[in-house]
């Protein structure tokens, strides 16, 4: 069973998403009840037609998350324009403090994925309020951020999305880092294929577009609902999906104290092990600004 908190757009976008890849029963949880359970029963009436048999629930009660192998968390402040991750920050602290410790006490043996923004400080957070261990506690990271980058260099060069592979690492936020070095397309360096300044065009467009999504229309929804859904097909399939979330590493890429995005091994385990890679040397400077940044905000956390 995977337990979805929030049911807004995007969790219920989230949660159709599911569905329709028959990963297991659902259940949607949120202070609105009624939207919760109107949600779940407007996707019911829909079961027919992607040819689900579970069930999905709505439910205003934590308790209904009891048995769950994945919970989502979701719920929290919008971003709005102008307003950056980390604005978000103390606002939604206190948000997660409350859910993780109601995730850790009905659903003990659970893999907790924060979605919650700003999404590295939330994950250290639901980490350390929810006691779990930190394999299985992970947020959604970079995973998004490199569906972006994929995007825009295919588009660049006219090739199938499918054939480009790319990673970006980091903060979920302004201070990410897309890997050039590690990004191809059919294992062709797209350093081959593109010059500087078109490369450098991409990164700029791969940072900025959430908050470009956001200016024109209030909200970034398909994408990360489809990347949350992927992240729950790798751990309820145990798909072993290399992938850039957000994790408490152990001295890898010389953090041991915070979450940041880095790529990891994902399945039935939650992380289940950090790939550590061989940065240039201007992807490590990138990289310790954006650790500066996180450890900055993470200072700013009140209590």
Do not use: W
């Amino acid at each position: 069973m995977i337990t979805i908190v929030g049911a807004g757009i995007v969790g219920s976008e989230v949660a159709y998403s599911i569905l329709q890849d028959t990963l297991g029963d659902v259940v949607l949880i949120d202070l609105q009840a009624d939207l919760a359970r109107g949600e779940a029963l407007d996707m019911m009436q829909a079961a027919p037609a992607i040819e689900f048999d579970g069930t999905v629930r709505g439910s205003g009660d934590f308790k209904e998350m009891e048995g769950s192998e994945l919970v989502i968390v979701m719920v929290g402040q919008a971003r709005k324009p102008n307003m950056t991750r980390i604005d978000l920050m103390n606002v939604n602290a206190k948000i997660i403090r409350s859910i993780v410790k109601e995730a850790a006490h009905y659903a003990p043996d659970c893999k907790l994925m924060i979605v919650t923004n700003p999404v590295d400080i939330m994950t250290y957070i639901a980490r350390k309020e929810s006691g779990l261990p930190k394999n299985r506690v992970f947020g959604m990271g970079n995973i998004l951020d490199t569906m972006r980058f994929r995007t825009y260099i295919a588009q660049e060069l006219g090739v199938s999305r499918e054939d480009t592979q790319a990673l970006v690492i980091g903060e979920h936020g302004d201070s990410m880092v897309p890997l050039t070095e590690y990004a191809c397309v059919s294992g062709i360096p797209i350093a081959n294929l593109l010059s500087k300044e078109k490369i450098d065009n991409i990164i700029h467009r791969t940072i900025t577009s959430g908050a470009n999504v956001i200016k024109l229309k209030g909200a970034t929804i398909y994408a990360p609902a489809a990347v949350i859904a992927l992240t729950a097909d790798a751990v309820i399939k145990d798909r072993k999906r290399v992938m850039s979330v957000s994790t408490c590493p152990s001295g890898e890429y010389g953090c041991s104290d915070f979450s940041i995005g880095v790529p990891a091994v994902i399945g039935k385990d939650g992380v289940e092990r950090i790939v550590e890679l061989k940065l240039s040397a201007e992807s490590q400077q990138r990289l310790e600004k954006s650790q500066n940044a996180i450890r900055q905000a993470i200072a700013q956390l009140q209590p």
